[in-house]
Structures are given as C-alpha cells and as structure tokens.
C-alpha cells in the first residue's frame, strides 16, 4: 500500500478532490492520471485527545482499507478521515461504512447479494 506523505499531496487531494461522507469516515478521492496504483492518507481529528487513540484509529482505517485493495480501480488518491466518535467504533464497522464509500465512489463494483442465492441454501434434507 502506497501512502501519501507530502503536505502538497494531501492539499491537492482536498484542493481538487471530490467528498464522501460516511457516519465514521470522510473519505476524500482525487483521479491522478499519472499513477499506476492508488496512494492512501490517514488523518484523524486532535479531538481524539491521546496519541494512541488518533493512531488506533488511524491503524484500523489503515487495515480496512487493505481488504477493499485488490478489488478498487487504480490511479487515484484517497484520503481517510476518521470522524469523532467515543468510544472508537469497531472494526467492522469501519469496514462496511469504507466498503460503502468506496462504492459511492464508484472505486469498487457493489458486492453480490449471496443471502438469495441457491448455493447458500441448505434444506433440512440436504443436512
């Protein structure tokens, strides 16, 4: 995972980005026509007081965003903020509020609907 570092980079992406708002995330997207893989930000609001809450969250947006990876459309550069909330959301909620964003975002395809499928149902009979 690519990230990005430069105050430049992440201004540009605010500057010229278009805006997601989830209920634990604001994710900011930007198209860079140059690059060949996305580059990902993390930032977290100084209203999560303590160094180890800002960087637990930013870990969990970190970890999040490396399952929706191999799915996602390449070039862009996304930048995850986390939105206050005490206490720190779970995991999978990050992770479904993200998968959700991305999709949005057009950056990834929905995900299929396998609760009506054939395969996943299984008679009593069957058992």
Known sequence: MKSIKLKRDFA??????????????????FFHPRSSQNR??????H???TAVSRNRMKRLLREACRSYIP???????????AKYRQPLPEYHKLNQDLG???QQAGLTEPA???SHSDACHVSAADA
């Open 47 to 49: 209203k999560y007081r």
């Open 40 to 45: 990902f930000g993390f930032t977290c609001s």
């Open 112 to 114: 299929a609907d396998l």
């Open 71 to 81: 799915a996602m459309t390449d070039g862009f550069d996304l930048i995850l903020t």
């Open 100 to 102: 959700l964003l991305l």
């Open 12 to 29: 540009l992406v605010y500057r010229r980005g278009k805006v997601y708002k989830g209920r634990y995330i604001i994710l900011h997207v």
